[in-house]
């Protein structure tokens, strides 16, 4: 008998997921087992298989011979949560001229001949058991049957807690990759101040130690009078009667002050802080790409924008870009017609409001 905690070990663990099959197979007297679950019959998103096969003979399977199971397709459209004598569904005549056992069974030296197996449904979650046993060895009876029976909705319920659990994981990596991209250090704290997490750029920043650090777990800047500032903003967003966003700036070991700003936000009913850290000095190497793209800018005038949303003024532009004055001016023009402004100041307002982005990996 399996007990019903290796079941739903396996929902969080997966060496014990992995091990699943083989339990459920030595509990019943089987002499192989599989289980596998996904959001549909053509959708298997994890398998656990006993190892009475080899992975490459189950690779073999999955590659040529799935389309052929006649156990599968005799489960379809059957009772899901149950678990059935398969042998009695498919006669012996058709299951011994059948492709999979004479073409993927035979040629190991096999007999698999006998199958207990079921399909299992648990909200969007399908799943499927096998459990099997050679020509040679007793049918199944109807006390293993049971056996198989009394797990099956337990296997249901772990199979749904381990979709809920692997969709969970996609989303928080995809959101990850997505702060990652921002040029923008994103720090998430709990409402007492203690770093929970950052993206890349937040990460680089602690390393760095030129003005923001960790203490105990708690953001601190390294100088005594930005620290007062970032805490006061800190307690401030931690305050449950806060509705608006503060900032401050924190000066560092060189260059331009950083930008700090705090809001605070609701997970479920637990209030958390973010810090948005802006480094006024960081650039955006995609960002004459993105403005040619938008406004229809050529290879030259981007560059000129891209110098003006730095805060250059026009002569530094022709300098560094070894062109006469006269020419990025001819420029300027073009590009307020294309960009529909009539001022620099508004050209430069336009391009800060693009996001930021970091280069990829």
């Known amino acids: 008998m399996i007990r019903t905690e290796e079941i739903y070990d396996a929902a969080t663990d997966d060496a014990a997921f992995d091990r699943l099959a083989a339990r459920l197979a030595e509990a019943v007297g089987a002499r192989s087992g599989v289980l596998h679950w996904g959001l549909g019959p053509a959708h298997v998103a994890e398998v656990s298989y006993s190892g009475y096969f080899s992975g490459e003979q189950m690779a073999l399977y999955d590659e ?25 569904l ?15 069974i035979r040629p190991m030296g096999d007999d698999t001949f006998r199958c207990l197996g079921g399909i299992v449904q648990h909200g969007e979650t399908i799943g499927h058991v096998g459990l099997h046993r050679g020509k040679s060895q007793a049918p199944f009876d109807d006390r293993q049957r049971a056996l198989g029976q009394a797990s099956v909705g337990h296997i249901g319920r772990m199979f749904d807690i381990r979709r809920k659990l692997d969709r969970a994981s996609g989303q928080g990596k995809s959101l990850r990759a997505t702060l990652d991209l921002v040029d923008h250090a994103v720090f998430l704290l709990g409402a007492q101040g203690r770093l929970i997490d950052g993206n890349r750029a937040a990460e680089a920043m602690l390393r760095r130690q030129d003005a923001l650090m960790l203490r105990h777990r708690h953001i601190a800047a390294r100088r005594v009078q930005d620290d007062m500032l970032l805490q006061a903003a800190l307690r401030a967003a931690a305050d449950r009667e806060s509705t608006e966003a503060t900032a401050c700036l924190i000066q560092r070991a060189g260059g331009l002050p950083l930008a700090v700003s705090v809001a605070a936000i609701w997970s479920g009913d637990q ?26 800018l050529t290879r030259a005038e981007a ?20 062109v006469a004055l006269a020419t990025v001016r001819t420029q300027m023009k073009t590009i307020y017609l294309k960009m529909d402004c009539s001022r620099q100041s508004e050209l430069v307002a336009r391009v800060a409001r693009l996001p930021r982005l970091n280069a990829p990996d």
């Open 64 to 88: 040529e011979f799935l389309g052929d199971d006649l156990w599968g397709e005799a489960l379809e459209g059957l009772a899901p949560n149950r678990v059935w004598d398969v042998e009695a």
């Open 90 to 104: 498919v006669p012996d005549r058709a299951y011994e001229g059948s492709r999979i056992y004479n073409e993927w």
């Open 271 to 296: 209030r958390q802080i973010v810090l948005i850290v802006t480094d006024p000095q960081a650039g955006d190497p995609g960002l004459a790409a993105r403005v040619r793209a938008l406004y229809g």
């Open 303 to 322: 560059e000129v924008v891209v110098g003006l949303s730095e805060g250059k003024p026009l002569e530094q532009v022709s300098q560094e870009r070894g």
